[in-house]
T-cell receptor
């Protein structure tokens, strides 16, 4: 199947702390793993993505790691800021080529 | 265009009525997707169009749901005989290519449907 499990559903941190969101998938054909951020009342927007030929990708305070053997990938946000507060969705593209999304993680960063 | 455009942004309808939602993708994007997002939930795939290929309708929840796309432009999602459980935000997204080359999805602002 192409389901993706995302945890936690809610994550509350203090400003400056790190946040980690994890996703697991089952489709061994998956080769593209994007992360989207959805602010309240706004559209989801891509923040970072990784393809299966690399294990880690970093963009300033955001990084994504991929373990293809274990079939899981994670989003890491360092030095969190209040504007990082949003819902984050992991997704993957499997054999059907249709991006499948996780249920989302609501990140709350307390000033 | 500047981005994916959806209309209406909000629609309130009575149970049993039909509704039509419209999506204008980014010009030149061959792939178009419809997703449904219930309150506090994830994105549930509905239907996928890629170029002139037959659409992938595997996510449509019932035969009350249908969608069309004219070439590589506008798409409409139609819900017949609406039910209260159809209440959700319907998100449209487009990407430059589909299939194995699928990359970033660009989402519209969504159409919020409320069925009374």
């Amino acid at each position: 199947g192409e389901n993706v499990e995302q945890h936690p559903s809610t994550l509350s941190v203090q400003e400056g702390d790190s946040a980690v969101i994890k996703c697991t998938y089952s489709d061994s054909a998956s080769n593209y793993f994007p992360w989207y951020k959805q602010e309240l009342g706004k559209r989801p927007q891509l923040i970072i993505d990784i393809r299966s030929n690399v294990g880690e990708k970093k963009d300033q305070r955001i990084a994504v790691t991929l373990n293809k053997t274990a079939k899981h990938f994670s989003l890491h946000i360092t030095e969190t800021q209040p504007e990082d507060s949003a819902v984050y969705f992991c997704a993957h593209r499997g054999g059907s080529y249709i991006p499948t999304f996780g249920r989302g993680t609501s990140l709350i960063v307390h000033p | 265009g500047a981005g994916v455009s959806q209309s209406p942004s909000n629609k309130v309808t009575e149970k049993g009525k039909d509704v039509e939602l419209r999506c204008d993708p980014i010009s030149g994007h061959t792939a178009l997707y419809w997703y449904r997002q219930r309150l506090g939930q994830g994105l549930e795939f509905l239907i996928y169009f890629q170029g002139n290929s037959a659409p992938d309708k595997s996510g449509l929840p019932s035969d009350r749901f249908s969608a069309e796309r004219t070439g590589e432009s506008v798409s409409t999602l139609t819900i017949q005989r609406t039910q209260q459980e159809d209440s959700a935000v319907y998100l449209c997204a487009s990407s430059l290519t589909g299939g194995a080359g699928t990359g970033e999805l660009f989402f519209g602002e969504g159409s919020r449907l409320t069925v009374l």
